[in-house]
């Protein structure tokens, strides 16, 4: 347990680290948005337990976009990835009536995204095991698990409240990195 706590701290510290370090030494261009955010959806597989048997099924990770795809090509990046001895599955769908069940639910932001919010919520409330995501502000306030924003870099909501309504276990970890996850309440 402690081994897992230290992991998850280390790989978010080398992480943000690796990010500011391109940034700053000018070595690479700096790391697209969407490009971290993916990135975070691979570590939210890692490191948030589902309950079993999961509604989207247990031998792999789904995570779904609802609304634009925002992350354009990062997305099959992510596709290529696995997460536990387990591949990740990337789903898009446009509206919430094409949504099928997934571990992963991230809720893209554009000028429906309030309404889109509304619809996710209602349509996953009574099904346990799916994690909310977001970039839009104050979502993590109105039910998502974590929300992704940018403050120079990308950094992180997360309210432990949704989390538990959703019957997912975060790790304690989680709670240990102030400089990057900020918990917040409904």
């Not at 280390?10 to 030494?25: E, G, M, R, W």
């Not at 990770?61 to 997460?83: C, E, I, Q, R, W």
């Not at 919010?117 to 994690?131: R, S």
């Not at 990308?154 to 102030?178: C, G, H, Y």
Request: overall charge positive; glycine content about 4%; proline content about 6%.
């Amino acid at each position: 347990m402690i081994r897992r706590a230290l992991s998850l701290i280390s790989i978010l510290t080398a992480f943000l680290l690796a990010i500011s370090s391109q940034h700053v030494l000018g070595q690479e261009p700096p790391r697209e948005e969407y490009d971290i955010k993916a990135d975070w959806l691979h570590i939210f597989c890692k490191y948030v337990e589902w309950p079993k048997p999961s509604p989207a099924g247990d031998q792999v990770y789904v995570v779904g976009v609802l609304g634009p795809n925002v992350f354009g090509k990062y997305l099959d990046d992510l596709a290529k990835k696995t997460a536990n001895n387990k591949k990740i599955v990337v789903h898009h769908f446009p509206l919430v009536t094409d949504y099928k069940p997934c571990h992963v639910l991230f809720i893209a932001a554009d000028d429906m995204t309030e309404k889109r919010l509304a619809q996710a919520l209602e349509k996953t409330k009574d099904t346990p095991g799916i994690l909310l995501v977001s970039d839009t502000e104050g979502f993590a306030r109105k039910g998502v698990v974590f929300n992704l924003f940018k403050d120079g870099n990308v950094k992180v909501e997360m309210n432990p409240d949704a989390a538990k309504r959703a019957k997912l276990t975060l790790r304690s970890q989680w709670f240990n990195i102030p400089k990057i996850i900020t918990v917040v309440k409904d």
